[in-house]
């Protein structure tokens, strides 16, 4: 029995006045469909879409302007629900002009003592989200609110030849990765508890088979509508993955490259990103 439940929300339109963002009307659009078609309780708001921190080089003109431009970028991908964001041409006008979309911004010491530039200060932004949305709202581009699901996330972690549930509190590391790949792509993940029952009914094995129905049967518990699996492999230098995500009665599979951690880790999200946002999200009506 598959844990996934078809959603159509890809009814749901914008009800705004020109060239205006009615936050709060859309918000309560959303909620009231999320409630109707019984998302369930892993549908949660999910918080500081708009805010950025990245590492500038150092507080002068031309690093700031990077750093804003670098994390518009990634604000963008948050919001926008179309193939190749960036390379959108209401994409590109914006990060050419990525401050006059800058709400606030403040520095602090840039995290690890020992860097080698002592220059370097984390750099947080806030952006408008009024003005941003408005601006894609106009160009008519396809947008993934930020009333979103959770996703279960099954990851096996293969070291040394040995496979192993992916274990937060003795993984600091990929804990940290998982936990930045969530923030950047703004995807709510929940984990697998892992208790002595569920490891009685999976096996590390099985939640990489290719037959997911035992896998998808332990996941009906978290009554959520997505549950990814992953096999992350180090190999030392560098990181691999490959990646199932079990949504809507279909799989989607996909890999990451030998790559820094953090980057295999984010190719890992950001393809659940791509498909749950493609089916979630609302292209704006003009009126």
Same mark, same amino acid.
């Given at each position: $029995?598959?844990?996934?439940?078809?959603?159509?929300?890809?009814?749901?339109?914008?009800?705004?006045?020109?060239?205006?963002?009615?936050?709060?009307?859309?918000?309560?659009?959303?909620?009231?469909?999320? +409630? @109707?078609?019984?998302? %369930?309780?892993?549908?949660?708001?999910?918080? %500081?879409?708009?805010?950025? *921190?990245?590492?500038?080089?150092? &507080?002068?003109?031309?690093?700031?302007?990077?750093?804003?431009?670098?994390?518009? %970028?990634?604000?963008?991908?948050?919001?926008?629900? *179309?193939?190749?964001?960036?390379?959108?041409?209401?994409?590109?006008?914006?990060?050419?002009?990525?401050?006059?979309? +800058?709400?606030?911004?403040?520095?602090?010491? /840039?995290?690890?003592?020992?860097?080698?530039?002592?220059? !370097?200060?984390? $750099? &947080?932004?806030? @952006?408008?989200? /009024?003005?941003? $949305?408005?601006?894609?709202?106009?160009?008519?581009?396809?947008?993934?609110?930020? #009333?979103?699901?959770?996703?279960?996330?099954?990851?096996?972690?293969?070291?040394?030849?040995?496979?192993? @549930?992916?274990?937060?509190?003795?993984?600091?590391?990929?804990?940290?990765?998982?936990?930045?790949?969530?923030?950047?792509?703004?995807?709510? #993940? #929940?984990?697998? $508890?892992?208790?002595? *029952? *569920?490891?009685?009914? #999976?096996?590390?094995?099985?939640?990489?088979?290719?037959?997911?129905?035992?896998?998808? @049967?332990?996941?009906? &518990?978290?009554?959520?509508?997505?549950?990814?699996? %992953? &096999? +992350?492999?180090?190999? =030392?230098?560098?990181?691999?993955?490959?990646?199932?995500?079990?949504?809507?009665?279909?799989?989607?599979?996909?890999?990451?490259?030998?790559?820094?951690?953090?980057?295999?880790?984010?190719?890992?999200?950001? =393809?659940?990103?791509?498909?749950?946002?493609?089916?979630?999200? !609302?292209?704006? +009506?003009?009126?």
């Amino acid at each position: $029995m598959a844990i996934v439940k078809k959603q159509n929300l890809n009814s749901l339109e914008f009800v705004v006045k020109k060239h205006k963002w009615n936050k709060l009307l859309f918000q309560l659009a959303v909620a009231s469909s999320v +409630l @109707f078609y019984h998302i %369930g309780v892993y549908a949660v708001e999910v918080e %500081g879409l708009f805010e950025v *921190e990245l590492i500038a080089e150092s &507080r002068q003109p031309q690093h700031r302007h990077q750093t804003i431009k670098k994390a518009l %970028g990634i604000v963008l991908t948050r919001v926008i629900a *179309e193939d190749e964001p960036l390379q959108l041409d209401v994409a590109q006008k914006m990060l050419n002009h990525a401050q006059n979309f +800058l709400m606030r911004y403040q520095y602090s010491l /840039a995290p690890g003592g020992g860097r080698s530039n002592d220059k !370097a200060r984390l $750099m &947080r932004m806030i @952006f408008n989200d /009024a003005q941003i $949305m408005n601006l894609l709202r106009i160009s008519e581009i396809k947008v993934w609110n930020n #009333i979103r699901p959770k996703t279960l996330f099954w990851l096996v972690v293969e070291q040394n030849n040995q496979r192993r @549930f992916f274990n937060p509190d003795k993984m600091a590391d990929l804990d940290n990765a998982l936990n930045q790949a969530s923030r950047i792509k703004g995807v709510p #993940i #929940i984990l697998p $508890m892992l208790d002595l *029952e *569920e490891r009685n009914k #999976i096996s590390v094995s099985e939640a990489l088979s290719a037959n997911s129905d035992r896998l998808l @049967f332990v996941s009906e &518990r978290y009554d959520v509508v997505s549950a990814l699996s %992953g &096999r +992350l492999v180090d190999h =030392g230098h560098c990181w691999s993955a490959e990646w199932a995500l079990f949504f809507d009665e279909a799989i989607t599979q996909w890999v990451s490259p030998c790559s820094a951690l953090n980057e295999a880790m984010l190719k890992g999200v950001d =393809g659940v990103y791509r498909v749950l946002a493609r089916y979630y999200s !609302a292209k704006p +009506l003009l009126k």
